[in-house]
Nanobody
């Protein structure tokens, strides 16, 4: 059974930091491109960052220099370290796993940036 379970969301003040985790099971994690998406109320879901197994990364312009995506293939886990958070980063954050044949989504974790 495939599972992607996000954790680490919460309420943080502007300028603060959070680290999100995405724990994967039920598929060959190291073979999949992993990515984080986010969706704010009344907005479309957007790509935040992606990472391939070899460690090459890609970021949305809005988070470059503030967010870092990483993965630990031995632990089947992906991370998103978020710093200098802004109110506009408030959203549901979702992890996605994309393979050659299959695509999986997690249920999301909520991040709220507010004073």
């Amino acid at each position: 059974q495939v599972q992607l379970v996000e954790s680490g969301g919460g309420l943080v003040q502007p300028g603060g930091s959070l680290r999100l985790s995405c724990a994967a099971s039920g598929f060959t994690f190291s073979s999949y491109v992993m990515s984080w998406y986010r969706q704010a109320p009344v907005k479309e879901r957007e790509l935040v960052a992606a990472i391939i197994s070899g460690g090459i990364t890609n970021y949305a312009d809005s988070v470059k220099g503030r967010f870092t995506i990483s993965r630990d293939n031995a632990k089947n886990t992906m991370y998103l370290t978020m710093a200098s958070l802004k109110p506009e980063d408030t959203a549901g954050y979702f992890c996605k796993a994309r393979g050659r044949k299959y695509l999986y989504w997690g249920q999301g974790t909520r991040v709220t940036v507010s004073s």
